[in-house]
């Protein structure tokens, strides 16, 4: 095969050292960890079979829909499975229940389904109903309202089938640090889950990354890991290092020329780039054709290998389809030579949560945005 204009290296060591970290945070928790959107981008497979090995004994993953559970089965058949999603209509409850996955009840719809499921099945007595009830503390998104708890909560309980039950619910701002919505929603989620008769036997679940790096008092009995075991930061305004994460997805390319541009010229599309001077000017082969973000503006930083020694030079003009264009001013940079768009490579690291930054987004979004032109290597 030919070699490809783009790539993303997949680190399985750093991926294993990241989730390492998150249990120091939170020792003694089991981890559900988290890696719905493949794996946010990554590779759900990889993730997967580099995560397994590491894996204690009722730790388990989470994705957001069936389909992604169907799939992540295919690779990981020993390990739990929770559905954040939960069923959409009752051919789904049918499979999560009788595939043994674990599955989100956030609504009340899902719990009426549930009991008429229930009904027109009598026969099944062994099956296990893997329930985590989602509770909404101040996220407004899914989640059973706190007034519905009173009967839907009993219903729950004097079903007699076997399986889990977990009381979970989820931060709408704990990646902003203090902030009172947080603080209200654990408060909050602590006095429900006391308040609820007979849940002493359940585990409780609230922290994602961010609140496995800034909630302690949040952490329960079961932690959420996602964004940090990619290596970047749940946190607004720090990068992934902060935490001691390691970056797991490097997106390279090369470069494919150097065009000499002269001053009062513009690069690119929209002409938006305009040369004070004569300037060396760096295409790159990568664009939003491979999922770069085109908002990252004039400026963001990309890393060049070039004779030897690691360069950042800042994008000159609109990212395009194919390609972007860097200035090369005081970098003696030649065709071919290897672009670090994000992550770590040559002893230097780019975080992604910089980039997003520039691009006005999240590290989230850009590993998830990583189209299928750009070939990955684990
Ligand atoms: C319910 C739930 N738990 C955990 C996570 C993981 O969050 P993070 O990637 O911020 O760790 C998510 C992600 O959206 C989620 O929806």
């Known amino acids: 095969m030919r070699e490809p204009h783009s790539w993303a290296d997949i680190d399985t060591d750093a991926l294993r050292h990241n989730l390492q970290r998150a249990r120091i945070c939170a020792p003694g928790r089991r981890v559900c960890a988290v890696i719905k959107a493949n794996a946010y981008g990554h590779g759900v497979h990889t993730v997967a079979r580099a995560l397994q090995p590491v894996f204690l004994a009722d730790d388990l993953f989470a994705v957001a829909t069936l389909n992604e559970a169907l799939i992540l089965r295919h690779t990981a058949s020993r390990e739990t499975i929770l559905v954040l999603r939960g069923p959409l209509d009752a051919d789904e409850l049918a499979v999560l229940v009788h595939g043994g996955f674990h599955w989100v009840l956030h609504s009340r719809w899902q719990a009426e389904m549930l009991k008429s499921w229930l009904h027109k ?41 076997p399986g889990e039950r977990v009381l ?34 359940c585990s409780r679940s609230l922290s994602a990354s961010a609140g496995i790096v800034s909630w302690p008092q949040a952490h329960h009995d079961i932690v959420r890991p996602g964004i940090m075991l990619y290596g970047a930061s749940p946190m607004a305004d720090t990068d992934g290092s902060h935490y001691n994460l390691k970056p797991v997805m490097s997106l390279k390319a090369r470069l ?49 290998y070039a004779q030897g020694k690691v360069w950042e030079a800042p994008l000159a003009g609109r990212v395009s389809m194919d390609m972007l264009t860097v200035d090369l001013t005081g970098i003696p940079a030649n065709p ?24 006005g987004t999240i590290a989230y979004e850009l590993f998830c945005q990583i189209t299928s032109r750009v070939r990955f290597n684990s």
């Open 256 to 304: 494919l020329t150097i065009n000499h541009v002269k001053a009062g010229d513009t690069v690119g599309y929209g002409a938006t780039y305009y040369c004070q001077q004569d300037t060396p000017i760096g295409v790159i082969g990568i664009g939003y054709g491979d999922g770069y973000p085109r908002h990252a503006p004039s400026g963001t930083p990309v890393m060049i």
């Open 168 to 201: 979970m619910s989820h931060f709408a701002t704990a990646d902003e640090h203090d902030h009172v919505l947080a603080a209200h929603q654990q408060t909050e989620f602590d006095r429900i889950v006391t308040r609820l008769p007979d849940a002493a036997h």
């Open 336 to 359: 071919g030579d290897e672009v670090l768009l994000w992550g770590q490579a040559w002893g230097s690291v780019l975080p992604a949560d910089r980039i997003a930054r520039y691009a």
């Open 121 to 161: 099945h009598p026969a099944i007595q062994q099956v296990s109903l893997n329930i985590w009830l989602k509770i909404n503390t101040g996220m407004n998104r899914l989640g059973v309202p706190v007034d519905d708890l009173h009967d839907i909560w009993p219903w729950l309980q004097s079903l007699k089938l």
